[in-house]
């Protein structure tokens, strides 16, 4: 069975509709962690040596957060910068690293809706363009990037059967990795 780690990169998970509901939604699978970071990390100073171990112990790393600013919450920064160092999760040679080989998922929410996100739309830019950054990161650390999951429109009223059924569709995508 694959060990999943859910990384959440949400500034106050418990006021959060949306990415509350997804981790709501797969916290009792017994293979998913759920590791809160901005919980764990009030003050951003990321023990990177515990990250590590958590991400040795994890065959799929999850990264969960909303969209800010057409990037990830700063939270994110921080543990990249701290977690995800030359020599143990990327190298310029190509060589293998802890992190190779490791399935990752992005889960973001946005406030937007899907329509928002593609060349005609209001952003001009489709998500995979704006994720480019986390693609970029995720491949130099020789992860194997898993298709994208998205919950758009939370800024539009998603209804409650909205948000529920993206949860359920989080929770069957995160049972496949058992």
Known sequence: MSKVLLLVGHP?????????????????????TVHDLSALYPDFEIDGDAERALLTEHDVIVFQHPLYWYSTPVIFRKWQDTVLTHGWAFNYEGKPTRTTGKKAVLAVTTGGRAEDYSPDGSTEFTMDQILAPWHATLGLCQFDLQPLFVLHGAAFGLSDEDVSSTAKDYRELLASFA
């Open 12 to 32: 106050d998970l418990s006021a959060s509709r949306h990415n509350g509901a997804l981790v709501d939604a797969v916290r009792d699978l017994e293979h998913v």
